[in-house]
């Protein structure tokens, strides 16, 4: 008689009830760390541990992974401003103070990123973002009836950029000292005063004449299509079709896109670095040197916020060698910031300034790539009060 074999049954592993969450986290970690074009699904779904058939059970690809990626936080941001009506001010910017203290990656897939979605997704995620930018100005400006509509809506954006600088350099601190450091940035750019006399928007610069050498033609529209477009979108073709001459002749110059890349980096990288050097000479005192540099760096980034914006989005694409040579000239640019700034105020911890030198960046990085903003006859003056209110908060 055969003995009947007895069958052990399999015990399932049961799915995470956060699946889907755990997913868009990792995803969003890595589109944060590698760009959305250096990510694959396949890399998603082996950081979350399952397999890629798993995944698509929950997303129908990397473009709806990105999406929601950004689609979750702006929707909790825009309940907590339009909620604010019944709490105040400070309350307000706690809520968003917490929810981008838990996003650290969102400056980043906002501002480099999300121009990879498809029309479709692309606009929905910008009515997404400007419904949020929209109600954070009716709130402040019915804390602050003396602003401007036009006010309100400069102090609404200046603030997202505190709220989204973290994403742009990687200073270690805890969640809980961050909220903190957040919320006082925050809470000293939407408090800053703007009462004064304007005159009428500043028009746009003529596009003016173009240089006759070949290779600066080149580098010329290359930054003017890296920047409009993003570099993966853009091929020597396009360049070339720019300049009013075929790619092949393009290559006689830049032997690759990505050496092109290099070159236009190097070009906005230098007088960044020959700004702040003229920042220092004249000045005598860490104080000086500082708003010296404050203001250099308004100027700069007012006039070639192409430059500005190429150097926010496209580092990663840069081949490894020049990336990290260029990584080391920025956390160059910013220790000399950190430094003055200690200098100024020595009680501040070396995490402290390097947060608040950070947060005044991306403000100025954000506001002068906003047409709109730029347009203000005030601009520059309003970045300099911003950024002199930002530098000295408490924090």
């Known amino acids: 008689m055969t003995e009947r074999v007895r069958r052990t049954k399999i015990a399932s592993t049961p799915r995470p009830r956060d ?3 755990q997913i868009i986290t990792a995803a969003g970690e890595l589109f944060y760390r590698r760009g959305f074009h250096n990510v694959g699904t396949e890399d998603i779904a082996q950081s979350v541990g399952i397999t890629a058939g798993a995944l698509y059970r929950h997303f129908k690809g990397k473009q709806d992974l990105l999406a929601h990626t950004l689609t979750d936080v702006f929707d909790a941001a825009t309940t907590l401003v339009v909620d604010a009506s019944a709490t105040s001010l400070d309350e307000m910017i706690h809520g968003l103070a917490v929810t981008a203290g838990g996003r650290r990656d969102l400056g980043i897939l906002w501002n480099r990123e999300a121009r990879h979605l498809d029309p479709e997704r692309r606009s929905a995620m910008r009515e997404r973002f400007f419904a949020f930018l929209e109600q954070f100005a009716i709130q402040l400006h019915k804390t602050r009836p003396e602003l401007s509509e036009e006010d309100a809506d ?3 954006w200046c603030a997202l950029g505190v709220l989204t600088s973290p ?3 990687r200073t270690e601190i805890s969640a809980e ?3 903190p450091l957040l919320e006082a940035m925050t809470m000293a750019v939407v408090t800053t005063p703007l009462d004064r006399e304007r005159g009428p928007a500043r028009e746009a610069p003529a596009p003016g004449l173009q240089p006759s050498s070949r290779r600066e033609s080149i580098l010329a529209q290359a930054t003017r299509l890296f920047y409009e477009r993003g570099y993966q979108a853009v091929t020597m073709d396009d360049v070339g079709s720019a300049v009013g001459m075929t790619s092949a002749g393009v290559y006689k110059y830049f032997t690759s896109k990505a050496e092109l890349l290099s070159a236009v980096i190097s070009r906005a990288s230098e007088p960044l670095q020959l700004g ?6 004249g000045a005598s005192t860490d104080a000086e040197g500082l708003m010296n540099a404050l203001d250099a760096y308004v ?3 007012s006039v070639h916020h192409d430059l500005v914006g190429i150097l926010v989005s496209e580092v990663t694409n840069l081949p490894d060698a020049h990336r990290h040579s260029v990584r080391r000239a920025q956390h160059d640019y910013v220790a000399e910031w950190v430094r003055l700034l200690r200098g100024t105020r020595p009680e501040l911890s070396d995490r402290s300034a390097r947060f608040l030198v950070h947060a005044f960046l991306t403000v100025v990085n954000d506001v002068t ?3 709109h903003l730029l347009q203000r006859s005030t601009i520059r003056t309003d970045l300099e009060l911003i950024g ?5 908060a408490e924090v």
Not at 388 to 392: G, S
């Open 299 to 301: 100027e700069f980034a």
């Open 154 to 156: 400069l102090l609404s």
């Open 276 to 281: 702040l050097t003229r920042a220092l000479a």
């Open 19 to 21: 699946r889907k969450e």
């Open 369 to 371: 790539r906003t047409s």
């Open 388 to 392: 002199r209110r930002l530098l000295a």
């Open 167 to 169: 994403s742009y350099h």
């Open 177 to 179: 000292r961050m909220v």
